[in-house]
């Protein structure tokens, strides 16, 4: 299974872009690229997910490098609400649909 | 609304007692899952189930047990084997189809044993 590398911690300013940077050198073909994010004491959030190409939705847009190996999050104008855990995960190429988590990157936005 | 439904939102017990956290979602999802979060880390797999009546242990599933009798449930038992049992518990389903992987989250359940 992929495994995902990301920094323990960033912060970002309020209103500048976040961008949030993940590794998976080990990724394969077939796998997609999630990222979710946890608000304290609350359930995870889907945020986007991509395979190859760049994806873009109201929450943010997702980068892929050509190899495939790394990905950033782009949050555009981060605000103090988007303070949380961002977990980038890639899916597990197993019948079950299992996505597994790491510890993910504490983003602080700060005014 | 459509949605997970988790409960009880915090829950206190003694130790060696069995605990039942629930599960319910109304989103007629095929899968669902439970994770295990302990602080400051991220998300464990304890169980999950593609469909009714069957189910497949996780990365951590000893001391836990599960069911799923009905597409739309999915509770977890903690029982007394379960050494460290202290933890905020997680429950998500997924359709696997229109966007595949992508998990619905309930709020939790923190199971606090004393």
């Known amino acids: 299974d992929a495994k995902t590398t990301q920094p323990t911690s960033m912060d970002c300013a309020e209103g500048r872009a976040a961008n949030l940077p993940c590794n998976h050198s080990?990724?394969?073909?077939?796998?997609?690229v999630y990222w979710y994010r946890q608000i304290h004491s609350q359930g995870p959030q889907y945020i986007i997910h991509?395979?190859?190409n760049n994806e873009t939705n109201e929450m943010a847009s997702l980068i892929i490098t050509e190899d495939r190996k790394s990905s950033t999050l782009i949050l555009p104008h981060a605000t103090l609400r988007d303070t949380a855990v961002y977990y980038c995960?890639?899916?597990?190429?197993?019948?079950?649909?299992?996505?597994?988590f790491g510890a993910g990157t504490i983003l602080r936005v700060k005014s | 609304d459509g949605g997970i439904t988790q409960s009880p939102k915090y829950l206190f017990r003694k130790e060696g007692q069995n605990v039942t956290l629930s599960c319910e979602q109304n989103?007629?999802?095929?899968?669902m899952y439970w994770y295990r979060q302990d602080p400051g880390q991220g998300l464990r797999l304890i169980y999950y189930?593609?469909?009714?009546?069957?189910?497949q242990k996780g990365d951590i599933a000893e001391g836990y047990s599960v069911s799923r009798e009905k597409k739309e449930s999915f509770p977890l038992t903690v029982t007394s084997a379960q050494k460290n049992p202290t933890a905020f518990y997680l429950c998500?389903?997924?359709?696997?189809?229109?966007?595949?992987?992508?998990?619905?989250f309930g709020e939790g359940s923190r199971l606090t044993v004393l």
């Open positions: 989103l007629n999802h095929d899968a």
């Open positions: 998500a389903s997924t359709t696997g189809l229109a966007r595949p992987g992508e998990l619905f």
């Open positions: 995960i890639v899916r597990v190429p197993k019948y079950g649909n299992k996505l597994v």
């Open positions: 991509g395979l190859k």
């Open positions: 080990t990724i394969s073909g077939n796998e997609y």
């Open positions: 189930s593609q469909i009714v009546n069957d189910f």
